[in-house]
């Protein structure tokens, strides 16, 4: 077993591994009850069933894992030749259009506001699956990067989005709703602004069932990363609800699902062929109970063997346009399946 992960999660750059003490494989966020400290967490999408009493699909990936971390080291690797072979995706290009169009509908109807599509894609892998990670990485470094392997299977995660980053009282969420190839594109796009407005009000009122004094922060803000900008908000409280609590309030990410949450949860489930797994789940470092920092499980690939996919997803509105919808979900792989040089 195996996890590296990079600075951004313990504020400093570079990459760390960590000396695992013990692994846990947990069925129920009720179950979870971390004994010791500091320790890795990662939860499924799949929990979105106990949170709403939702049946969706599922596979035989655990629902929650919990890492004890002994202690861990900065390291320097260099990572290996590897390559990617593209073997097939779970809904094709025009599938994925009509799937669009079949969102829009939904929201011209009332149903639901926004929905976030996904779409999987399943390459073979010659190589180690580190030095993939290694490979991304280098593509496009991010704050919540990490690679976890588990024997039975491993995780690739290269996410730059906060979930959820508690400091004592202080709780911060920073959803991600807006993707474009050139800054000016999206400053300028008023679809992606809808897009994140509806999302941040989603965790504003997601904050507010466990905690007080809720603020919208740095709203419509745009960070830049090698292969793409991305628009966030920040939403933050103050709050003395328990880790479990504040999970069954925010869990999964408003960013993944769409709004009304528990609605698009059960959209979602009827339009994708495919499980998420623990992709969009949540992943992260619990120093303590009242610290920790959690990302949402975006840019990431589940492997098994020399097999693995990889997902990417975009938010549908009222006026999406479905082609610009397929190019966004390519932009989001670049950075991963650049990787294959």
């Known amino acids: 077993m195996r996890l590296v992960f990079s600075g951004g999660w313990i504020g400093k750059g570079g990459l760390y591994q960590a000396r695992i003490k013990r692994v846990s494989f947990l069925k129920s966020l009720h179950e979870l009850s ?8 990662v939860l499924s999408y799949h929990l979105a069933s106990e949170v709403f009493g939702l049946p969706i699909k599922t596979s035989s990936l655990p629902l929650v894992v919990l890492v004890e971390i002994e202690s861990f080291k900065a390291i320097d690797p260099r990572e290996k030749r590897v390559s990617l072979t593209l073997l097939e995706s779970s809904i094709s290009d025009e599938g994925f259009k009509e799937k669009v169009n079949e969102v829009k509908k939904l929201i011209e109807e009332g149903i639901v506001y926004q929905i976030n599509l996904t779409n999987r894609f399943t390459f073979s892998l ?7 990670f290694l490979k991304f990485y280098a593509r496009q470094p991010v704050d919540y990067a990490f690679f976890l392997d588990l024997d039975d299977f491993y995780i690739i995660s290269g996410s730059m ?3 959820l980053r508690r400091e004592g009282k202080k709780l911060r969420s920073e959803p991600i709703k807006g993707t474009a190839s050139k800054r000016e594109e999206l400053k300028k796009s008023e679809k992606d602004r809808a897009e994140n407005l509806m999302i941040t009000d989603v965790v504003r009122n997601d904050l507010g069932i466990v905690g007080k004094c809720v603020e919208v922060k740095d709203l419509f803000g745009i960070r ?3 292969t793409l ?3 966030y908000s920040a939403v933050e409280c103050e709050t003395t609800a328990s880790l479990k609590a504040i999970l069954f309030a925010t869990f999964p990410p408003a960013s993944v699902t769409g709004a009304p949450k528990r609605k698009a949860v059960e959209v979602i489930d009827s339009l994708e062929p495919h499980c998420r797994d623990l992709y969009c789940g ?3 470092f619990l120093k303590s109970e009242e ?8 840019r990431t690939a589940l492997g098994d063997g020399k097999t693995l996919s990889y997902y990417a997803g975009c938010g549908i509105v009222w006026d999406s346009d479905p082609q ?16 294959s040089t």
């Open 126 to 132: 010659k190589g180690d699956p580190f030095d993939l």
């Open 161 to 163: 989005e906060l979930f």
């Open 282 to 284: 949540c992943a992260g």
């Open 291 to 298: 610290d920790f920092t959690l990302s949402v499980l975006i």
């Open 224 to 226: 830049k990363y090698k």
């Open 324 to 339: 610009k919808e397929l190019r966004e979900v390519y932009l989001k792989m670049k950075a991963f399946f650049s990787t």
């Open 34 to 41: 971390p004994e010791s400290f500091p320790c890795f967490l």
């Open 229 to 231: 900008y991305h628009m």
